[in-house]
């Protein structure tokens, strides 16, 4: 295969990785019933949280835990409104997310651009020297690898465990789970803070690995793309993996160009990862899908619809009213 | 009841206000910063002078039309987060205009009357069309409004840095020349403050609360908020008033984009709405959706813009502090509203069942 090619495709898995985190963590949020839309901030203020403890202690394993250990607490946060206070999530979500946010990049100020993060690259030996898997997949850095595991672990979790059947059973029909002996407000706890420490991890994965630098720009936003990414990939990691890495390739097409074109049309391109991202909730969530079916031929139908069919777990975003505790 | 009520209200803000000011104390503490006196260089900064006043009420009117808007959307049950975007491209269409008027303009007799309108027209369009194609991306697309709202922001400020960095820019900054006097919104002679722009705010916001009291459009989009399945079954037309309502906030979004350009900045600039449009989001979070105290509330928020800014400009370095604080004041008040409201609706809940069962 083409150099140039294998190394954009690795290139396009690497920056992906903190999306992928931040997606797989609210998915697994999301089928739990859960929403946390203070993603986006959540990202933003770990990958500072990250980047400071990374850089005063000199160990990435120091700065990851700082990293999960916010976005953690923060979706504690979104949790407990939720679920003790009934509050919207969506207006807290909200909040939170500007919230975190400019935090973030006020106490960012005097980490700008200071440093540079010394690499966590880590090619595997032996797996590496595969021919192009080897030099996409396994010549990465540690949160690259981080990424992968999450999507295969999740997908595992989710659709080959006990565990994770209850987790789909409390996002799709709390009440059957409820009477099948489930405490379902626990495990909304318990995935709302595992998938809140995996945006975390994502954050890091920014500050510590991508860039591998602290600044304001070049995280937020990523975090709405993981949010609707999930919907896209229809609350699926494999797909959610998909979506992140159609969103991280074009990226690489923009920057590849980027050089010949004037900044007036470079500033249009970067608007074209949004655009993929509305045309491909399109795609997924309005009714033409089904019409699309209509004119292709039968034999296409099945893979299509697993690759595009998106419904939501029946119970996102609502409040469990647990009997015997008020 | 009703006295009551605005009683609780007043003690959970009061008790939020408290919770963000020690929040923001600590955070100057850490800073080695005085906070103190910082409090007292703020409130001598948005309520000393006249001109401090002035900013203030200026700062607020652009705040005012947002949340003005959002008080629609929201009463009807939508999360116009898109807001931001439809300030900056009010912020584009009028600069459209703004930027063609010459300096001199005596010779334009009747014509130069009509600048000032058609400038806020096209403003009002800009972000119509903007929250417009959010609605269709809902209602055609079947995409919640919050992700096409969060999409739409986004490529609103590439579509401004286009225009800047390219065919509108002037000089080595990416940004458009200043506007000739003619464009702008009429100034007070001594003060930094347009009565033209207050009068077009005051009225549009009273036109909204008149509009949520006592108009059919108003009490269709209470039904929408509260249940759009039954509303829908109940004869109100739900499509056709979500998109009104999303176009009406975005007419006023639009406007306040307007009043960036043609009084705030005086031209047009990267990050020309500043965050105004999600502020007023967070006013009407603050608010509740209760139209009656948003004008006092937005007055409020906007002295935290006002006085951050005079804190970052200060010379003394034991107050001297980044305006990005201000930014975080806000968004913690606004969550600890959230908070203190959920709790006091919890323990409300909690004693009126102990009252029940004996």
């Given at each position: 295969m083409d150099e140039l090619l294998v190394r954009t495709l690795a290139d396009i898995v690497k920056v992906g990785a903190p999306i992928v985190l931040a997606a797989v963590g609210e998915t697994l949020t999301e089928r739990g019933g859960v929403v946390n839309l203070a993603l986006d901030g959540s990202l933003v203020l770990s990958a500072l949280a990250a980047f400071v403890v990374g850089t005063g202690t000199g160990s990435v394993i120091a700065g990851a835990l700082a990293g999960v250990g916010v976005g953690l607490i923060i979706a504690l946060i979104v949790a407990f409104c939720s679920i003790e206070l009934r509050l919207s999530q969506v207006a807290v979500g909200f909040v939170l997310t500007l919230l975190c946010r400019d935090l973030a990049l006020f106490l960012g100020i005097p980490y700008r651009n200071a440093q540079v993060f010394p690499t966590t690259f880590l090619p595997i030996p032996v797996l590496k020297d595969v021919p192009v898997i080897g030099a996409i997949f396994f010549n990465q850095d540690l949160f690259t690898y981080l990424s992968f595991i999450a999507v295969i672990a999740a997908w595992w979790w989710l659709f080959r465990t006990k565990a994770g059947l209850t987790l789909r059973a409390v996002g799709?029909?709390?009440?059957?789970?409820?009477?099948?002996?489930?405490?379902?407000?626990?495990?909304?706890?318990?995935?709302?803070?595992?998938?809140?420490?995996?945006?975390?991890?994502?954050?890091?994965?920014?500050?510590?690995?991508?860039?591998?630098?602290?600044?304001?720009?070049?995280?937020?936003?990523?975090?709405?793309?993981?949010?609707?990414?999930?919907?896209?990939?229809?609350?699926?990691?494999?797909?959610?993996?998909?979506?992140?890495?159609?969103?991280?390739?074009?990226?690489?097409?923009?920057?590849?160009?980027?050089?010949?074109?004037?900044?007036?049309?470079?500033?249009?391109?970067?608007?074209?990862?949004?655009?993929?991202?509305?045309?491909?909730?399109?795609?997924?969530?309005?009714?033409?899908?089904?019409?699309?079916?209509?004119?292709?031929?039968?034999?296409?139908?099945?893979?299509?619809?697993?690759?595009?069919?998106?419904?939501?777990?029946?119970?996102l975003g609502t409040v469990f009213e647990q009997e015997g505790r008020r | 009841m009703n006295l009551a009520k605005a009683r609780g209200a007043l003690l959970t803000f009061s008790g939020a206000l408290g919770?963000?000011?020690?929040?923001?104390?600590?955070?100057?503490?850490?800073?080695?910063?005085?906070?103190?006196?910082?409090?007292?260089?703020?409130?001598?900064?948005?309520?000393?002078?006249?001109?401090?006043?002035?900013?203030?009420?200026?700062?607020?009117?652009?705040?005012?039309?947002?949340?003005?808007?959002?008080?629609?959307?929201?009463?009807?049950?939508?999360?116009?987060?898109?807001?931001?975007?439809?300030?900056?491209?009010?912020?584009?269409?009028?600069?459209?205009?703004?930027?063609?008027?010459?300096?001199?303009?005596?010779?334009?007799?009747?014509?130069?009357?009509?600048?000032?309108?058609?400038?806020?027209?096209?403003?009002?369009?800009?972000?119509?069309?903007?929250?417009?194609?959010?609605?269709?991306?809902?209602?055609?697309?079947?995409?919640?409004?919050?992700?096409?709202?969060?999409?739409?922001?986004?490529?609103?400020?590439?579509?401004?840095?286009?225009?800047?960095?390219?065919?509108?820019?002037?000089?080595?900054?990416?940004?458009?020349?200043?506007?000739?006097?003619?464009a702008l919104l009429p100034r007070h002679p001594e003060l930094r403050l347009s009565p033209l722009a207050i009068a077009i705010a005051l009225i549009a916001f009273g036109a909204v609360f008149m509009a949520l009291r006592g108009t059919r459009f108003g009490l269709a989009l209470r039904a929408i908020g509260r249940n759009a399945k039954s509303a829908g079954i109940l004869g109100v037309r739900v499509e056709r008033h979500i998109l009104w309502a999303m176009i009406a906030c975005g007419a006023?979004?639009?406007?306040?984009?307007?009043?960036?350009?043609?009084?705030?900045?005086?031209?047009?600039?990267?990050?020309?709405?500043?965050?105004?449009?999600?502020?007023?989001?967070?006013?009407?979070?603050?608010?509740?959706?209760?139209?009656?105290?948003?004008?006092?509330?937005?007055?409020?928020?906007?002295t935290v813009p006002v006085g951050s800014l005079k804190l970052a400009t200060s010379l003394d370095s034991s107050v001297q502090i980044d305006a990005a604080l201000g930014n975080v004041f806000q968004g913690a008040l606004v969550l600890a509203v959230l908070i203190g409201g959920g709790i006091r609706a919890r323990l409300a809940a909690r004693r009126k069942e102990r009252a029940e069962h004996g």
């Open positions: 799709e029909r709390p009440q059957a789970a409820f009477v099948r002996g489930v405490n379902v407000n626990a495990v909304r706890y318990l995935y709302t803070a595992l998938g809140g420490g995996l945006v975390g991890l994502g954050g890091a994965a920014y500050t510590l690995g991508v860039l591998p630098t602290w600044s304001d720009t070049g995280i937020a936003g990523n975090g709405w793309i993981a949010l609707a990414i999930v919907i896209f990939g229809g609350w699926h990691p494999f797909r959610v993996a998909l979506g992140v890495y159609l969103v991280a390739g074009l990226r690489s097409v923009v920057t590849s160009i980027q050089a010949q074109v004037p900044p007036q049309v470079v500033e249009l391109l970067n608007a074209l990862p949004w655009l993929l991202m509305l045309l491909t909730l399109f795609l997924v969530s309005g009714p033409y899908l089904d019409r699309l079916l209509r004119v292709l031929p039968p034999r296409l139908h099945p893979p299509i619809r697993t690759l595009l069919r998106a419904r939501p777990p029946s119970a | 919770v963000a000011l020690v929040l923001i104390a600590l955070i100057m503490l850490s800073l080695d910063k005085a906070p103190l006196a910082a409090g007292r260089r703020f409130l001598d900064g948005v309520f000393g002078t006249p001109s401090a006043r002035a900013d203030v009420v200026m700062a607020a009117l652009p705040m005012l039309l947002c949340a003005a808007g959002l008080l629609l959307t929201f009463t009807a049950g939508l999360w116009n987060i898109g807001v931001e975007g439809q300030v900056t491209m009010g912020a584009i269409f009028a600069t459209i205009i703004a930027r063609t008027i010459p300096r001199d303009v005596s010779e334009w007799g009747i014509l130069a009357a009509l600048i000032l309108p058609a400038e806020l027209l096209l403003a009002m369009l800009g972000g119509a069309l903007w929250a417009g194609l959010t609605a269709l991306l809902k209602l055609r697309g079947g995409i919640n409004e919050i992700f096409g709202g969060v999409a739409l922001n986004f490529i609103s400020v590439n579509i401004l840095l286009s225009l800047v960095n390219g065919p509108w820019r002037v000089g080595t900054f990416p940004q458009t020349a200043p506007f000739a006097s003619a006023l979004a639009g406007l306040a984009g307007a009043f960036q350009v043609l009084f705030t900045r005086g031209r047009l600039l990267p990050n020309i709405s500043g965050g105004i449009g999600f502020m007023g989001v967070l006013i009407v979070l603050l608010v509740g959706v209760r139209a009656a105290w948003v004008l006092p509330v937005a007055l409020f928020v906007a």
